[in-house]
């Protein structure tokens, strides 16, 4: 097989295209979503100056109360996709992204192996570690070696690394930080030490792919920028004319230029009219959400020994005077009401609450932001209330109202609700937990009822509860997205990941 | 409400990002001309080398002289330590890294000053000096890649950054748990 018949098809510099593409999308979006927590650890607890690495240079204040909601560092649009602190449309976009990445890989190995192809990346022989120690010598030598079939044995280590090592691991660590997946196989992010290490070495995963780019860059320019482009963009397997090589540098501008206009599109579209690109999005990613991940149930059952001693808490106590008056008075005379679409309304005090069938469950708390904490829970399965509230057949949604009237949050913006479909609420681990390790509920983690669903990221865990109402669809209620931070703050209705 | 620990004024990338390079570049420059007279029998051969970025292949030349190889030499070699001192600086105060751990800082050097040498002479050197190409042995180029960039050169750089501190006006490690938050994990004894 030799270096003509190989050649560079069509199908490769399209993939390679598409490549730069949404690489670019994942960084750009994963540098958003990072700054929602900009901090790296090695351990699951997320103890405050435990990190290994962070991106911020804010510190949260000693003998205060703060939340994980005070430590985000918004990014600029120049690194971040959109910027200014958007993790909901940051997230629409890597998902997308991640989407369009996965397609463009798995058309190129497809291709790759039904075609001759595979031989410019598979090593199909030991002395391939040999040749590319000799590579390297001529690298360092300033000498780079010779082209070989097409790529010499060091490029073809790299590339099959990046490609069949890299990228899988980027995508098997992104997986290893979804709650459902976790909740259900929960052996699953330990293979890379927990969700925290497996959400490190994802981003030490980004930072290799920014590392190989620079390399990759700068082997072009060492084997000489003419050739390389005429290959890449034109295709050709020999020297290139003078105008072919002009014609390659102008393709190549053009597509640069076709990349960068994407970014600026997305970027601009995100930051001037949200909703409209969270509609966009959504109508991609969600639906992928709902078959791949959402069906997932939990079944965690962390041991008591490794409950996180400083839990984060994330929003501050409700500013309103009913929420006051019943804090005050350690909410005895909170009563819970179940309404709307069911045969037999319900009103329960907490003591009431209380004397239902509790159901306590040990888990990861794992916040959109990305830092988690393992906590124990109390508290009334969601099941049970159903039961005894006989849900009409017209049915759908539970929507959660709450006390949280998000007096810290600027505008415009109402009291903080939030939906879940029945087929969650009556999963086992779906409770109404008003017990925290063991002791009532705290305030800051939402006394009196908090919602505690284990397949799902900590934005859907409703604090501060009030009652719950059961409804046909929730598109008539608010902006019409399904809660709070749905509406306010583009996040997705479901979150398995 | 948070406290503020890093600040990343211009002033204070470009006056840090000098010094820091310029240190690192006599560092650098120090174990060049040390591992040059060892492995080459030659003290002169990294001025002739940073010289001819200006001057091309005369710089090699026997009757080319010698006092203005060495001042040609140093003026690029400590002109373009200062720039990726500041490039160096710069990135670590637009990432938040002033007040990074210092062994991550030691990382961050290797890891920029690999990146400087690979641009440098995989990327710069084939294609704007390509006369210098396979003038080094490999012997001086291990040296030079590995050794000088990845394990001095660049070390000397966070070590810089990580003595000085430049821009860190408060330390991030003391931060607590949220006051009134903790709750203590149940005795799994009491159950």
Same mark, same amino acid.
């Given at each position: 097989?030799?270096?003509?018949?190989?050649?560079?098809?069509?199908?490769?510099?399209?993939?390679?295209?598409?490549?730069?593409?949404?690489?670019?999308?994942?960084?750009?979006?994963?540098?958003?979503?990072?700054?929602?927590?900009?901090?790296?650890?090695?351990?699951?607890?997320?103890?405050?100056?435990?990190?290994?690495?962070?991106?911020?240079?804010?510190?949260?204040?000693?003998?205060?109360?703060?939340?994980?909601?005070?430590?985000?560092?918004?990014?600029?649009?120049?690194?971040?996709?959109?910027?200014?602190?958007?993790?909901?449309?940051?997230?629409?976009?890597?998902?997308?992204?991640?989407?369009?990445?996965?397609?463009?890989?798995?058309?190129?190995?497809?291709?790759?192996?039904?075609?001759?192809?595979?031989?410019?990346?598979?090593?199909?022989?030991?002395?391939?570690?040999?040749?590319?120690?000799?590579?390297?010598?001529?690298?360092?030598?300033?000498?780079?070696?010779?082209?070989?079939?097409?790529?010499?044995?060091?490029?073809?280590?790299?590339?099959?690394?990046?490609?069949?090592?890299?990228?899988?691991?980027?995508?098997?660590?992104?997986?290893?930080?979804?709650?459902?997946?976790?909740?259900?196989?929960?052996?699953?992010?330990?293979?890379?030490?927990?969700?925290?290490?497996?959400?490190?070495?994802?981003?030490?995963?980004?930072?290799?792919?920014?590392?190989?780019?620079?390399?990759?860059?700068?082997?072009?320019?060492?084997?000489?920028?003419?050739?390389? /482009?005429?290959?890449?963009?034109? +295709? $050709?397997?020999?020297? %290139?004319? !003078?105008?072919? #090589?002009?014609?390659? @540098?102008? &393709?190549?501008?053009?597509?640069?230029?076709?990349?960068?206009?994407?970014?600026?599109?997305?970027?601009?579209?995100?930051?001037?009219?949200?909703?409209?690109?969270?509609?966009?999005?959504?109508?991609?990613?969600?639906?992928?959400?709902?078959?791949?991940?959402?069906?997932?149930?939990?079944?965690?059952?962390?041991?008591?020994?490794?409950?996180?001693?400083?839990?984060?808490?994330?929003?501050?106590?409700?500013?309103?005077?009913?929420?006051?008056?019943?804090?005050?008075?350690?909410?005895?005379?909170?009563?819970?009401?179940?309404?709307?679409?069911?045969?037999?309304? /319900?009103?329960?005090?907490?003591? +009431? $609450?209380?004397?239902? %069938?509790? !159901?306590?469950? #040990?888990?990861?708390? @794992?916040? &959109?932001?990305?830092?988690?904490?393992?906590?124990?829970?109390?508290?009334?399965?969601?099941?049970?209330?159903?039961?005894?509230?006989?849900?009409?057949?017209?049915?759908?949604?539970?929507?959660?109202?709450?006390?949280?009237?998000?007096?810290?949050?600027?505008?415009?913006?109402?009291?903080?609700?939030?939906?879940?479909?029945?087929?969650?609420?009556?999963?086992?681990?779906?409770?109404?937990?008003?017990?925290?390790?063991?002791?009532?509920?705290?305030?800051?983690?939402?006394?009196?009822?908090?919602?505690?669903?284990?397949?799902?990221?900590?934005?859907?865990?409703?604090?501060?509860?009030?009652?719950?109402? $059961?409804?046909?669809?929730?598109?008539?209620?608010?902006?019409?997205?399904?809660?709070?931070?749905?509406?306010?703050?583009?996040?997705?209705?479901?979150?398995?990941? | 409400?948070?406290?503020?620990?890093?600040?990343?004024?211009?002033?204070?990338?470009?006056?840090?990002?000098?010094?820091?390079?310029?240190?690192?570049?006599?560092?650098?420059?120090?174990?060049?001309?040390?591992?040059?007279?060892?492995?080459?029998?030659?003290?002169?051969?990294?001025?002739?080398?940073?010289?001819?970025?200006?001057?091309?292949?005369?710089?090699?030349?026997?009757?080319?002289?010698?006092?203005?190889?060495?001042?040609?030499?140093?003026?690029?070699?400590?002109?373009?330590?200062?720039?990726?001192?500041?490039?160096?600086?710069?990135?670590?105060?637009?990432?938040?890294?002033?007040?990074?751990?210092?062994?991550?800082?030691?990382?961050?050097?290797?890891?920029?000053?690999?990146?400087?040498?690979?641009?440098?002479?995989?990327?710069?050197?084939?294609?704007?000096?390509?006369?210098?190409?396979?003038?080094?042995?490999?012997?001086?180029?291990?040296?030079?890649?590995?050794?000088?960039?990845?394990?001095?050169?660049?070390?000397?750089?966070?070590?810089?950054?990580?003595?000085?501190?430049?821009?860190?006006?408060?330390?991030?490690?003391?931060?607590?748990?949220?006051?009134?938050?903790?709750?203590?994990?149940?005795?799994?004894?009491?159950?």
């Amino acid at each position: 097989m030799d270096t003509a018949v190989l050649g560079f098809p069509l199908w490769v510099r399209l993939t390679h295209f598409f490549d730069i593409l949404f690489l670019s999308l994942l960084i750009r979006s994963g540098i958003e979503i990072l700054g929602a927590h900009p901090m790296l650890y090695w351990n699951d607890d997320c103890t405050p100056g435990s990190e290994w690495v962070r991106f911020t240079r804010k510190r949260m204040p000693s003998g205060e109360l703060w939340t994980a909601e005070d430590e985000k560092q918004p990014y600029s649009p120049l690194v971040a996709l959109p910027g200014h602190d958007h993790l909901g449309l940051g997230r629409y976009w890597h998902f997308a992204a991640l989407a369009g990445w996965i397609v463009t890989g798995l058309l190129y190995v497809v291709l790759l192996f039904a075609s001759p192809q595979w031989r410019r990346l598979v090593p199909t022989s030991w002395d391939i570690f040999p040749q590319a120690a000799q590579a390297a010598v001529g690298y360092l030598q300033l000498q780079p070696p010779a082209a070989g079939n097409p790529y010499n044995a060091l490029q073809q280590l790299t590339y099959f690394g990046v490609i069949f090592l890299l990228a899988p691991l980027q995508i098997a660590t992104g997986l290893a930080m979804s709650p459902a997946v976790a909740g259900r196989f929960s052996w699953y992010p330990r293979l890379f030490g927990g969700r925290q290490a497996a959400r490190s070495i994802h981003f030490l995963g980004m930072f290799a792919f920014v590392a190989f780019v620079v390399h990759h860059t700068a082997l072009v320019f060492a084997h000489g920028i003419s050739l390389g /482009l005429a290959e890449m963009v034109l +295709g $050709l397997t020999r020297k %290139p004319t !003078s105008a072919e #090589t002009a014609l390659a @540098v102008a &393709i190549a501008m053009l597509a640069l230029a076709a990349v960068a206009a994407v970014h600026i599109w997305a970027t601009h579209g995100s930051l001037v009219n949200p909703r409209r690109m969270q509609n966009r999005l959504q109508r991609l990613i969600d639906p992928l959400q709902r078959v791949l991940l959402q069906p997932l149930v939990s079944r965690q059952a962390y041991p008591p020994g490794s409950i996180t001693s400083t839990p984060r808490p994330n929003g501050r106590a409700p500013h309103d005077p009913e929420w006051q008056k019943l804090a005050s008075g350690d909410f005895r005379d909170f009563a819970f009401e179940v309404t709307g679409l069911v045969e037999q309304p /319900l009103t329960l005090t907490l003591d +009431g $609450l209380r004397n239902l %069938p509790i !159901s306590s469950q #040990t888990t990861e708390h @794992v916040c &959109i932001q990305g830092w988690s904490q393992v906590v124990s829970w109390g508290g009334v399965p969601l099941s049970a209330l159903l039961e005894r509230a006989r849900p009409l057949p017209e049915a759908r949604y539970l929507l959660f109202r709450t006390f949280d009237d998000k007096w810290e949050h600027e505008g415009e913006h109402g009291y903080f609700y939030g939906t879940i479909d029945l087929e969650l609420a009556r999963r086992p681990q779906s409770i109404l937990a008003y017990e925290m390790n063991g002791e009532p509920l705290p305030v800051p983690f939402g006394a009196p009822l908090r919602l505690r669903l284990e397949s799902q990221l900590g934005y859907k865990m409703i604090k501060w509860v009030r009652s719950v109402e $059961l409804i046909a669809d929730y598109r008539t209620i608010g902006e019409g997205k399904g809660g709070w931070r749905e509406d306010v703050l583009h996040y997705s209705q479901i979150a398995p990941i | 409400m948070a406290v503020i620990v890093e600040r990343r004024d211009v002033d204070t990338v470009v006056v840090h990002g000098s010094l820091a390079g310029l240190a690192a570049g006599l560092v650098l420059g120090v174990a060049a001309v040390v591992s040059s007279t060892i492995l080459v029998g030659s003290a002169w051969m990294p001025f002739r080398f940073a010289a001819a970025f200006v001057v091309g292949p005369h710089a090699f030349d026997r009757d080319f002289p010698l006092a203005i190889t060495v001042l040609l030499g140093s003026v690029i070699h400590f002109t373009l330590a200062a720039l990726f001192g500041v490039l160096f600086v710069g990135l670590l105060a637009l990432t938040y890294q002033l007040s990074a751990r210092s062994w991550l800082l030691i990382i961050y050097g290797s890891a920029f000053a690999f990146g400087i040498w690979e641009v440098n002479f995989l990327g710069a050197v084939p294609s704007l000096f390509p006369f210098l190409s396979g003038r080094l042995d490999l012997a001086t180029q291990l040296w030079t890649a590995i050794v000088s960039y990845v394990l001095i050169y660049g070390p000397a750089l966070g070590l810089y950054v990580a003595l000085v501190r430049p821009g860190v006006i408060g330390d991030w490690h003391a931060v607590g748990p949220p006051a009134g938050t903790y709750a203590p994990p149940r005795d799994p004894e009491e159950d």
